[in-house]
């Protein structure tokens, strides 16, 4: 990505924060970033989405409540769009559903991922945790639960009963898309 002087005209720095790959406009930036001489250059891809996570930790801190599956998906929705694999991830909440911690705890291929409900409960009883929400990504942009995310929910359910955590909710993240399972009354 070529370096742009800060005192561009927009209409030049409108062109370039756009790069026409195969017959396909695609978004780079039109954001700057000083550079170690202390110049503005065009932030880089791996720049801007290093600073967009920061931004959603900030959005998101330790204490946030989730009150509802709308407020759920959102959340996930910012960790896990755009992933080329299947992660699960899990935030783990306190009695009145304030997040403790978000934990990416499994990774998997473009269509499947292993999760060891073990894995789930030993993070649960290590945060203390008394409620999770519970989400993976479907990078094939389907929004459906797979038969498989059914039988993984209530495998995770079941053995987290039995060390008196609630499971509220599953979120399937696909693309800026979700579903929750919750909703949908297959928790």
Do not use: C
């Amino acid at each position: 990505m070529s370096q742009q002087n800060v005192n561009t005209t927009a209409s030049e720095s409108k062109e370039s924060s756009l790069e026409i790959a195969g017959g396909n406009v695609s978004y780079f930036s039109s954001l700057h970033v000083r550079d170690t001489q202390g110049n503005y250059v065009m932030a880089s891809v791996s720049q801007i989405l290093t600073e967009a996570e920061r931004a959603i930790d900030f959005r998101y801190p330790t204490g946030t409540v989730f009150t509802s599956a709308e407020e759920s998906a959102e959340f996930f929705r910012t960790k896990l769009a755009g992933r080329e694999r299947e992660v699960f991830a899990v935030a783990f909440l306190n009695n009145q559903h304030q997040l403790i911690a978000y934990e990416e705890l499994f990774m998997g291929g473009m269509a499947s991922i292993e999760i060891q409900p073990r894995e789930v409960a030993r993070a649960a009883l290590r945060l203390n945790a008394a409620a999770v929400i519970m989400s993976h990504n479907h990078p094939s942009f389907s929004t459906e639960p797979s038969r498989a995310d059914e039988q993984i929910t209530a495998r995770l359910k079941k053995a987290l009963e039995l060390i008196a955590v609630r499971v509220i909710d599953h979120i399937v993240v696909a693309g800026n898309d979700a579903v929750s399972m919750a909703e949908r009354g297959l928790i």
